[in-house]
């Protein structure tokens, strides 16, 4: 099997249609269906099992799958290894975010990046979906998580305490919750991953019993543009309040963990010149904003 043919095994395997994996390769439903049938007959195996959900593999598929596996690992390495030795200050860099800290940093520092090196273009993905870097579904990650995987670069660059914020539109027709009364009366956003992972949550400490939650947003952005509408009371990291001019509530509370950004790229990408490029601005985009 050559790697061209593992390539299309491995999205059927992974999206369990021809459409899903054609969409994936950027090529046609046909063109999948036919590399599959080809590879099966080069094999004299049965690859997958046809089915009304999709492909399903076979045992030969499964004990396949392993093998090609370490196939993608193998080039995945080999390309990571020769982008690394790249010092041209040209091409794509693929950098993966959260919505706001893309519109808040990551668009300014691709603008000066743009300005000083006009051949290297940004691929920026924002959304909740965590892409692998060790898959080269991107280059360069800013999370709020740090990850644990030994083969990734991890540099922390910004940590904000998370307070409890209102715009004064909503402060001005419900006024301020006291505390210790679990939001009684009170209007509030949260964020719909927090919310799904966390029994008893709590806004900075408080319970929520006794408060109406209107809106579960899937971003942070979302969150910060709901409050700003005076939509509810919401948990957002302080310097993001501050920046949106919202109003602070109980500035001497604040939740127990912090809001971290962490900038991560694969070690072999380092010292790639463009990859270096681009770092240098985030990192700068975020120092400027924390002066």
């Given at each position: 099997?050559?790697?061209?043919?593992?390539?299309?095994?491995?999205?059927?395997?992974?999206?369990?249609?021809?459409?899903?994996?054609?969409?994936?390769?950027?090529?046609?439903?046909?063109?999948?269906?036919?590399?599959?049938?080809?590879?099966?007959?080069?094999?004299?195996?049965?690859?997958?099992?046809?089915?009304?959900?999709?492909?399903?593999?076979?045992?030969?598929?499964?004990?396949?799958?392993?093998?090609?596996?370490?196939?993608?690992?193998?080039?995945?390495?080999?390309?990571?290894?020769?982008?690394?030795?790249?010092?041209?200050?040209?091409?794509?860099?693929?950098?993966?975010?959260?919505?706001s800290l893309a519109i808040d940093f990551l668009i300014p520092a691709i603008s000066r990046l743009h300005a000083?090196?006009?051949?290297?273009?940004?691929?920026?993905?924002?959304?909740?979906?965590?892409?692998?870097?060790?898959?080269?579904?991107?280059?360069?990650?800013?999370?709020?998580?740090?990850?644990?995987?030994?083969?990734?670069?991890?540099?922390?660059?910004?940590?904000?305490?998370?307070?409890?914020?209102?715009?004064?539109?909503?402060?001005?027709?419900?006024?301020?919750?006291?505390?210790?009364?679990?939001?009684?009366?009170?209007?509030?956003?949260?964020?719909?991953?927090?919310?799904?992972?966390?029994?008893?949550?709590?806004?900075?400490?408080?319970p929520l019993q006794r408060g109406r939650i209107v809106a579960s947003l899937s971003s942070s952005l979302l969150v910060r543009r709901s409050i700003a509408a005076g939509l509810g009371l919401g948990?957002?990291?302080?310097?993001?309040?501050?920046?949106?001019?919202?109003?602070?509530?109980?500035?001497?509370?604040?939740?127990?963990?912090?809001?971290?950004?962490?900038?991560?790229?694969?070690?072999?990408?380092?010292?790639?010149?463009?990859?270096?490029?681009?770092?240098?601005?985030?990192?700068?985009?975020?120092?400027?904003?924390?002066?």
């Open positions: 099997m050559n790697w061209d043919d593992a390539r299309v095994f491995l999205a059927v395997c992974r999206e369990s249609t021809l459409r899903g994996a054609a969409r994936v390769l950027g090529v046609d439903q046909a063109t999948v269906g036919r590399r599959i049938t080809a590879l099966e007959k080069s094999l004299s195996a049965t690859l997958f099992l046809r089915t009304s959900d999709g492909y399903a593999l076979t045992a030969v598929g499964e004990a396949a799958l392993k093998s090609v596996e370490k196939m993608e690992q193998s080039a995945l390495e080999l390309e990571r290894q020769i982008q690394g030795l790249d010092d041209r200050l040209t091409g794509t860099v693929r950098v993966s975010t959260t919505d000083q090196h006009p051949d290297v273009r940004v691929q920026l993905d924002a959304s909740t979906q965590i892409l692998s870097l060790a898959k080269r579904e991107a280059d360069i990650a800013v999370r709020n998580t740090r990850p644990d995987n030994p083969d990734l670069i991890a540099r922390r660059i910004a940590r904000w305490p998370v307070g409890l914020f209102a715009s004064q539109a909503y402060i001005d027709a419900h006024g301020i919750p006291p505390q210790g009364t679990a939001f009684e009366g009170h209007d509030l956003v949260v964020y719909q991953p927090y919310l799904q992972t966390h029994k008893d949550m709590t806004l900075v400490c408080e948990e957002i990291p302080v310097y993001m309040g501050e920046r949106d001019g919202l109003i602070r509530l109980w500035p001497e509370r604040n939740r127990p963990q912090p809001y971290e950004v962490w900038l991560v790229t694969h070690a072999d990408l380092r010292h790639t010149a463009r990859v270096r490029a681009v770092i240098e601005q985030i990192v700068e985009a975020f120092a400027l904003e924390n002066e």
